[in-house]
């Protein structure tokens, strides 16, 4: 069977070596080997599986439904799929599977095909189930230190361009005027209010003078 490999990282998750892009893809690429698959395509991104948004994974997932062979669409775990339970992508490929039309191979150990079982089905809603649980614990771990530092009149997230952070004592920052940044920002309104300039004419003359 002719397989595509897909590798995922979330922007948070770059720092996690074992988890890394690179370390899937050896992970995968091993599996097939193991399995006799050939590898038709190898995609590895960096996107989040929890938002509605996944360009990237519609690219490939344009590519696996105009396949007219069977294939095996591989990931290292069902997170690298997706973390969110409601995403239609996963209905999609999944009732393909389940109608033989492709596999979906897990290398933590999972196989979703046209011969799957109720207890196995169980145990991928389940995986799905964990994954999506996972990144809502991570959304209110940090809503919640968010807003301890609002409570402490600490500013929770990066200062808006014009701004700084400079430090104030060892464990704390203060928000000031960049001096710099703020004037370029003045000299856009000014510009813009002269009604001389549309938005992309602003933009080229920000870039050429600053």
């Excluded at 599996?31 to 599986?49: H, L, M, P, R, T």
């Excluded at 669409?73 to 492709?102: H, M, P, T, W």
């Excluded at 991928?124 to 230190?145: E, H, M, P, T």
Aim: with cysteine; glycine share 4%; proline share 2%.
């Amino acid at each position: 069977m002719k397989s595509i490999i897909i590798a995922r990282v979330s922007t948070e998750e770059q720092k996690e070596a074992g988890n890394s892009l690179p370390a899937q893809i050896a992970r995968l690429k091993k599996y097939c080997q193991n399995k006799e698959f050939g590898i038709i395509k190898e995609v590895s991104f960096d996107e989040s599986a929890y938002k509605e948004q996944r360009n990237d994974f519609d690219a490939i997932l344009d590519f696996v439904i105009e396949q007219k062979e069977k294939v095996a669409v591989c990931f290292d775990k069902v997170d690298r799929l997706s973390r969110n339970i409601f995403d239609k992508r996963i209905a999609v490929l999944y009732e393909k599977a389940i109608q033989g039309q492709l596999e979906l191979h897990f290398v933590s150990g999972q196989v979703i095909n046209s011969q799957l079982s109720a207890v196995e089905k169980f145990n991928f809603s389940i995986s799905l189930g964990l994954a999506k649980y996972y990144s809502d614990a991570i959304s209110d771990n940090v809503k919640r230190a968010q807003e301890q530092m609002l409570r402490s009149g600490t500013y929770p997230s990066k200062p808006s361009y014009g701004y700084k952070r400079v430090p104030i004592s060892k464990d704390k920052t203060e928000i000031v005027v960049d001096e710099f940044a703020s004037r370029i920002v003045q000299k856009a309104y000014e510009w813009y209010a002269t009604q001389g300039y549309s938005m992309d004419l602003l933009r080229k003359k920000l870039k050429e003078d600053y």
